[in-house]
Nanobody, 119 residues
Framework: VQLQASGGGLVQAGGSLRLSCTASGSIFTINTMGWYRQAPGKERELVATLSGGDTMTYADSVKGRFTIPGDNPKNTLYLQMNSLKPEDTAVYYC??????????????WGKGTQVTVSS
């Protein structure tokens, strides 16, 4: 199983970006998908998750600005980020709890995608 994240970039404060994460491989079911981020010198923190296909959770710092759209294609998770702030600058990581056809549930991480918000 692999997770491929994309969509990061450089944007001015107040701007928007849309991150995308696609899972591929021997996937029976995806239990949870989510996004974490890690800023320089800080610990990795939860940004948003989608569980059971319809339960979304968000970090307090992004509520009202970041959204997981309801129209995610199969095995794909989007993160719509609006009203971006310089403090949102970080490497964003996609993660997923996936049960394979021949394996138990396991947590996977994708390579990060850099988001830089200029003031």
């Amino acid at each position: 199983v692999q997770l491929q994240a994309s969509g990061g970039g450089l944007v001015q404060a107040g701007g928007s970006l849309r991150l995308s994460c696609t899972a591929s491989g021997s996937i029976f079911t995806i239990n949870t998908m989510g996004w974490y981020r890690q800023a320089p010198g800080k610990e990795r923190e939860l940004v948003a998750t989608l569980s059971g296909g319809d339960t979304m959770t968000y970090a307090d710092s992004v509520k009202g600005r970041f959204t997981i759209p309801g129209d995610n294609p199969k095995n794909t998770l989007y993160l719509q980020m609006n009203s971006l702030k310089p403090e949102d600058t970080a490497v964003y990581y996609c993660t997923a709890d996936i049960t394979g056809w021949a394996s138990k549930s396991k947590i996977y991480w994708g390579k990060g995608t850099q988001v830089t918000v200029s003031s």
